[in-house]
């Protein structure tokens, strides 16, 4: 099984007024198969950890790294980390104006396998993912993530979640915008991923609502761009009960 560890990662984000800080020393291990919940406020650095692990220009990591199988992770361009098995659903997905879903999907099954799939399976194995996340056939042929409702784009995610088949899944803030029976959908999708292929997921979500439907086998709480303390599922539970407060003292 592969393994994916975050060790002590510092970022920046470059703004108007200079560089800020804002991951300040991360370390995580994630194992193939395993889900780990990374929660916390709103601003606590969570979509930063993914734009890092996406190779987002605009994160600068200032030391640390990130290693997939021993394999620098910071060292690989973006298309090298996909195909190496790590997959991004970003909290807010990026609209592809003149590319259809499928000929994007086609291209990138092939950039991440170094070869086209076969037309016959692969249209069968698109067609049944669609239907099981219950994404009408229009939407293959229709721009990427254009004119898509907010639910849409993340059904739209999972599915190529669920054709790319990577080894590590990041997925931010995937339940923001959906109503239940979507979350389900979309959440049945990752688990179908898990069962089928191993996948090992980092969950990040502000609110413990996806956790009932997508288990945590670890939980991380994120505070100030770093690990502010980890446990179980237990954790979510008490979370969901006392929210962040507790860890948001206010310095003196
Ligand atoms: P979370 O996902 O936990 O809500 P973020 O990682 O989005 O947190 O943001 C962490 C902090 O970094 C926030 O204070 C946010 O304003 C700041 N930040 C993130 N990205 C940028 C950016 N591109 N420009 C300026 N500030 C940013
Ligand atoms: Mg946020
Ligand atoms: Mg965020």
């Not at 997959?87 to 086609?106: C, D, H, K, S, W």
């Not at 899944?169 to 179908?192: F, M, P, Y």
Request: hydrophobic residues 40%.
């Amino acid at each position: 099984a592969s393994i994916l560890e975050i060790k002590d990662l510092h970022v920046s984000v470059e703004t108007d007024q200079g560089a800020k800080q804002i991951l300040k020393g991360v370390d995580l291990t994630i194992r193939q198969g395993e889900t780990h919940a990374i929660m916390g406020p709103n601003g606590s650095g969570k979509s930063t950890l993914a734009y890092a692990i996406a190779g987002h220009p605009r994160y600068e990591v200032t030391s640390g790294s990130i290693l997939l199988d021993g394999e620098e992770v910071l060292e690989m361009s973006v298309d090298e980390r996909a195909q190496a098995g790590l997959f991004l659903a970003m909290q807010y997905p990026v609209e592809i104006p003149g590319v259809t879903n499928a000929n994007f999907l086609r291209t990138a099954k092939t950039a991440i396998d170094g070869e086209a799939p076969a037309i016959r399976t692969w249209m069968k194995d698109v067609k049944a993912a669609m239907k099981d996340l219950r994404m009408d056939s229009s939407f293959a042929e229709r721009n990427v993530n254009e004119g898509f409702s907010g639910g849409e784009k993340k059904r739209n995610e999972i599915l190529q979640l669920e054709l790319l088949k990577p080894k590590f899944a990041v997925l931010d803030e995937t339940d923001s915008g959906l109503d239940v029976d979507a979350l389900k959908i979309v959440s049945e999708g990752v688990n179908r991923a898990k069962e089928n292929t191993g996948l090992g997921v980092l969950l990040i979500t502000h609110y413990t609502r996806i956790l009932r439907y997508i288990k945590p086998d670890f939980v991380h709480v994120f505070v100030d761009g770093r690990v502010a303390e980890q446990g179980g599922p237990e954790l979510a539970n008490r979370l969901e009960e006392e929210g962040y407060d507790r860890f948001l003292t206010v310095e003196a």
